[in-house]
């Protein structure tokens, strides 16, 4: 009998966590190492979200019955890889639950920001003023999207922005030119999709090519009155230099899901035209369970014996 450790909150009510040949006991988010050694010791299988705790050298060495870690997401920076492998713990993601309501998500901050709905929304409520005094916002209809990482959330990205009927350019360091020619969006430089684009979306995963990918000097190169979109990872966008090209008049808004340090830090946006969500854009009842399904597979193919969605 496998014993997991099922970290998530979204669950935590859940009865539908059954698995023949595993005892799950539930947890509620864990945010440091004490935390998620106190619920995995013992445990065979860890199964968690990327945006709770890290599992790090020093929590493995605390866990040593662990040979399977599952998280419930496609982003896997938040674990050791390369100190798993050695130790012989096996890893698993879930690489796909479905791009689109991320896409959808990031639409829905640009739109936000263009439009000035949350601004607009509080007015009402909190100040009970029926006013649109400077709240004129942009069109989306021809102008140009820029979309950085063309995996399948970019895609998606691409034909929402079509329906818009917005001009798409991107760049990724992994060009599609079949899709492009599908999508009808071509391929630029990075360089050239900062410049141009009166929106641009970031889709990418955080590495060390990523991590502050949109600093200070490629948000200066950023067209003036540009909103910037970022539902991939915190860290890609250096988050005060976004504050300080806000701040200057030199970029028009922000439309967040993430951020640096998310959930440890709070970043005092002030007055600027920025909207932020707490990390929703994967948060659907689809995607739920989709992501449920899929991390219960891997852990049935553990117990097969058999790679289902393996990292190492």
Known sequence: MLEVAFVDFVFEQREDIQLEGCEFSIHPPLHTADEIVAAALGADVLCMRDQFGKVTREVLDQLPDLRLIVTRSAGYDHINLAEAERRGIQVCNVPDYGAHMIAEHAF?????????????????????????RGLQGIELHNKTMGIVGTGRIGMHSARIAKGF??????????????????????YVPLEQVLAVSDAVTLHVSLNDATHHLINAERLAQMKPGAILVNTSRGAVVDTQALIAALGSGHLGGA???????????????????????????????????????????????????????RLV
């Open 165 to 186: 009927g917005m001009h798409v350019i991107a760049h990724d360091v992994f060009e599609n030119p079949a899709a492009a020619e599908e999508l009808g969006f071509r």
């Open 255 to 309: 439309g967040l899901d993430v951020l640096e340090e998310e959930r440890d830090h709070y970043h005092d946006f002030g007055e600027l035209n920025v909207v932020v969500t707490p990390h929703l854009g994967w948060y659907t009842e689809g995607a739920v369970h989709r992501i449920l399904q899929i991390a219960l597979d891997s852990i049935a193919g553990f117990l097969r014996g058999e790679a289902v969605n």
């Open 108 to 132: 829905g901050l640009l739109l936000a920001v263009a439009r000035h709905i949350v601004k607009g929304n509080n007015r009402y409520r909190q100040e009970r003023l029926f006013s649109d």
